[in-house]
């Protein structure tokens, strides 16, 4: 049976649902969301005391809801916020998700969780506006009931005349984060007969174009001739064609497609590549993955490339400082008398070879085609973001991914943006004495080990491909897909890593 995707229109598309304002007076809105302390005094507007809200069950801890029964016509929400004013941004990320939630069938609310806890208030204000705008999106493209998707499309935070500029500076931030995740986790959640690799190349030129972005896409043909063995190689059993995409950011530079207004002389400011994993649709092609419900998920194994590209999408908005390069490595891997086999041999871009004993261990190859191509442009670091193995998902479970490297320092940028912005990372070794179990009889290198240590053994193979430049390996197979909803994750696809790579390109720093 063939699977051949239908061509679908690619009009601009907005990702997020809500839209968030700032105001210093609290506007008429159909939801107010009243921060409660778990031990100061109730705030009068709510018109409860402290006993009924005990008796109710709400008792102030972060991201309790409690819907306060009102005589006018606006629904009183009481949002837990933790003892006195120790909040963090992140404690207020959750509280503001929270409050969306408990609103979602309502149009619009306001609330002045900016103003209180600890902290910068821009950063505050960029949390809470995260918080607001990830837990009320959903992927409702496809559904017939209407009453699926949040009903809520606007929120405004009140905060007093001093703290106006700030919060409005964070909230604006946090709005283009929070619209970027949001396309992250769109383009993983969609069908796989939406959006092929090509569909999702054609996206990205079309968001390209919207932020200031110059864009490459790279076609079957042009990837052959570049000896990109890797990317070909998993693309073989599928009737839908690879791409490769490559785009380009640097600050103070307008660009177009194809062609850039600076030229020539190589750039002074530091340089960071991203790779992104966009397998389409994964399968595990001869060596079929088993039908169980995580199967289903396999249509968000470009998670990496969706984050990545969702990354790029907020660099000239945010005014970064620093070049970035994204090449975005996008195929199927699907099963058919042409596909890949166990024993075949490919020939990566940096004319290593690569002995195929698993054809489920397909991110991997692709990966090593981009990571050569990065590595040609000798850029001062290198990341890499996956769903690479289930190792590491078996290992570190849902709530974090993995990261390995071979330059501490660079690792230790990946760890601080991600303690910045909530994306939790635990770093594994990369134990060096384990790239034996890669040793192929006939090639340069199998594209497996054995059963043991994969999360490390796969991150031991992409090394192969980095010419020693720094390079970190971000495996989010774990936290790319929520069963439930929690804190600022929706159900479905995350949008993980997306908020961590826009600090990291933003904070990178040339060691």
């Known amino acids: 049976m063939v699977r051949c995707a239908t061509e679908l ?32 005094a109730v705030p009068a507007e709510l018109g409860v005391s402290r006993a009924q809200l005990t008796a109710a069950g709400f008792d102030g801890k972060i991201g309790q809801t409690l819907v306060v029964p009102a005589s ?15 909040a963090t941004a992140h404690d207020l990320r959750n509280a503001a998700a929270a409050l969306a939630r408990a609103a979602s069938k309502h149009g619009s609310l306001s609330t002045t969780l900016a103003a209180v806890g600890k902290g910068d208030r821009a950063e505050v204000a960029q949390a809470v506006t995260e918080g607001l705008m990830l837990a009320s999106h959903r992927y409702a493209a496809l559904k017939s009931d209407e009453n699926f998707a949040s009903k809520l499309k606007s929120a405004v935070l009140v905060v007093d005349a001093k703290s106006l500029g700030a919060v409005a500076n964070g909230s604006r931030r946090g709005s283009v984060i929070g619209e970027a995740v949001c396309m992250a986790r769109d383009f993983a959640n969609m069908p796989p007969a939406h959006l092929t690799a090509k569909m999702f190349a054609d996206h990205a030129q079309r968001i390209a174009s919207e932020t200031g972005l110059r864009v490459e896409v790279y076609d079957k043909d042009r990837l052959l001739a570049m000896g990109c063995g890797g990317i070909i190689g998993v693309n073989r059993g599928s009737v839908n064609p690879p791409r490769m995409v490559k785009l380009s950011y640097r600050p103070g530079k307008s660009v177009v497609k194809g062609k850039s207004a600076s030229k020539g002389k190589k750039s002074s400011l530091p340089h960071l590549i991203m790779v992104g994993k966009g397998v389409m649709y994964d399968s595990g092609g001869i060596s ?15 998670s990496g490339a969706a984050a990545v590209l969702a990354t790029m999408s907020t660099l000239k908005a945010l005014g970064c400082k620093n070049q970035v390069t994204a090449y975005l490595m996008c195929t199927d891997n ?5 596909a890949m086999a166990m024993g075949d041999v490919l020939t990566i871009r940096n004319k290593k070879t690569v002995e195929i004993h698993n054809t489920d261990a397909e991110g991997r190859l692709i990966l090593a085609d981009g990571l050569s191509l990065a590595a040609e442009q000798k850029p001062d670091a290198i990341v890499d973001i996956a769903t690479l193995t289930g190792a590491c998902a078996a290992a570190l479970g849902p709530k974090m991914s993995g990261v390995m490297g071979n330059n501490e320092k660079f690792i230790e940028q990946v760890l601080e943006a991600s303690k910045v912005v909530d994306e939790d990372v635990w770093q594994l070794p990369l134990e060096r004495s384990y790239r034996r179990m890669l040793d192929s ?7 497996v080990g054995g059963g043991e240590a994969g999360a490390i053994t796969a991150a ?14 971000l495996d989010i197979a774990g936290p790319m897909w929520a069963e439930a909803d929690a804190g600022w994750l929706q159900r479905g696809a995350t949008g993980y890593g997306t908020r961590l790579l826009v600090n990291l390109a933003e904070n990178f720093r040339r060691r």
């Open 288 to 302: 079929l993955k088993p039908s169980n419900p995580s199967h289903a998920q396999m249509k968000a194994d470009m």
């Open 460 to 473: 031991l193979f992409l090394d192969e491909f980095t010419d020693g430049l720094p390079w970190a390996h």
């Open 72 to 86: 006018g016509k606006t629904v009183m929400i009481a949002v837990g916020v933790g003892a006195g004013n120790s």
């Open 441 to 447: 009889y006939i090639a340069d290198m199998k594209n």
């Open 334 to 338: 699907l099963p058919s008398g042409s």
């Open 9 to 40: 229109a690619l009009p601009t598309m907005k990702h997020a649902q809500l839209v968030v304002t700032v105001a210093r007076e609290t506007p008429s809105t159909e939801v107010l969301g009243i921060p409660v302390t778990s031990d100061k």
